[in-house]
């Protein structure tokens, strides 16, 4: 869509009203609602795969609601981490197909009926393509339609569905498993920060209503199995993939939620493409808690890639810990740790919370998470090679 360069400033003549959104077909609707219902009543188990389309509509009280009505559990695939509570009671971890959480994996694919809401089947947050949800036992929930064993409804909304089946299901207690976290943290004092020592330690570090913004690649990997804390939200570009989000995002979520802390995990590769709006937080007096992850290059490219040392995953080795400074962020705390007893001392001073911190985490080369690795072992599914 393009514009004519002054009418920019041109006076707005009229006035807009926003749009009424569609409203459900009252018997495509009722048939639905009974057609789950009949569904979830012949099953002996049952789980809700909830998704990101559920946050995006603002629908969380809405499945909340469904959710504590019927007793169901859930867990969420990687795209919809913490679009509800992981600390609910009715939360039993990430399902990822087949490369991670065999126990999670094991009880989503064996329900009689899998309810998923809002959640799209692309690649990443199918553990490359190794969910497998059978047809015949899925429920379906999009935008506008429902889909169950074949069997379509148009023209119902996502929310009028939620709502009714929150009043039609009852309350029954459904078989569940209890969620895993990344467990304890490896290594201390001189030791070099690996993979087991890194991970729990950040999740360790996160607080309830934290904001977290973890980048594509092995960040986001290894963070996606971290169970969050009690309001906490995981944000993370798993639809595209697109390196350098995080940066700007992190700070689009401190200006719009100055009342919470933001915590921003980014590789260097990734950083190095958005890194100047670090210099944002600073000209806003804004305070993020910053870990830059620098493993020298592009980990998960060496993973996914036939050549992984090949001169296109280096990249520049800037000196990460002096960047506040020189984009004028005065007052921050910044630090480069290489062992873990380094790394200690700099998730305490960071976690005092009286200032931004912004810390510069060294590891070896091929340091990655078990999802990494997994995706790793599962690249011919993901690319179909």
Excluded at 76 to 85: E, I
Excluded at 331 to 342: P, Q
Aim: with cysteine.
């Amino acid at each position: 869509m393009a514009f004519p360069g002054d009418a920019a400033g041109q006076p707005v003549l009229g006035k807009a009203r926003p749009l009424a959104p569609p409203r459900s077909d009252a018997a495509s609707l009722a048939a639905a609602v009974e057609a789950v219902a009949a569904a979830l009543a012949r099953a002996e188990t049952a789980c809700v795969l909830p998704g990101i389309l559920v946050a995006r509509a603002g629908l969380q009280p809405a499945l909340l609601q469904m959710i504590d009505a019927s007793g169901l559990p859930f867990a969420t695939m990687f795209m919809a981490k913490s679009v509800l509570d992981e600390q609910h009671p009715n939360y039993i971890g990430m399902y990822d197909g087949a490369l991670m959480t065999p126990a999670v994996r094991d009880f989503v694919e064996g329900c009689d009926r899998v309810l998923v809401v809002g959640s799209p089947m692309s690649d990443f947050n199918t553990g490359a393509f190794t969910a497998r949800l059978d047809p015949a036992r899925t429920i379906t929930v999009y935008h506008h339609r429902v889909q169950i064993a074949g069997a379509s409804y148009p023209n119902v909304e996502i929310g009028d569905l939620l709502a009714a089946l929150a009043q039609r299901l009852p309350r029954r207690q459904w078989a569940r498993i209890a969620p895993d976290d990344l467990g304890p943290a490896a290594g201390g004092g001189g030791d070099a920060i690996s993979a087991e020592a890194l991970y729990p330690r950040w999740a360790r570090f996160l607080r309830p209503d934290d904001i977290l913004i973890a980048e594509t690649g092995t960040v986001s990997a290894g963070l996606a199995f971290a169970r969050m804390p009690r309001g906490a939200r995981f944000h993370n570009q798993t639809l595209w993939g697109s390196i350098g989000w995080a940066t700007p995002a992190a700070f689009g979520a401190a200006v719009a939620a100055p009342g919470r802390r933001v915590v921003l995990v980014t590789g260097e590769g990734s950083h190095q493409l958005t890194a100047q709006e670090i210099g944002q937080f600073g000209r806003l007096g804004l305070k993020p808690v910053v870990f830059v992850l620098n493993n020298g290059g592009y980990l998960i490219e060496r993973l996914l890639g036939k050549h992984p040392a090949m001169a296109y995953n280096d990249v520049a080795p800037w000196r990460y810990a002096k960047l506040p400074e020189a984009l004028g962020c005065e007052g921050w705390f910044t630090a480069r740790v290489t062992t873990c007893g380094e790394l200690d001392r700099a998730l305490e001073q960071a976690g005092r919370g009286d200032r931004a911190a912004y810390i510069e985490v060294v590891t070896d080369a091929y340091a990655a998470p078990p999802l990494a690795l997994k995706m790793h072992d599962a690249v011919k599914t993901l690319y179909k090679s």
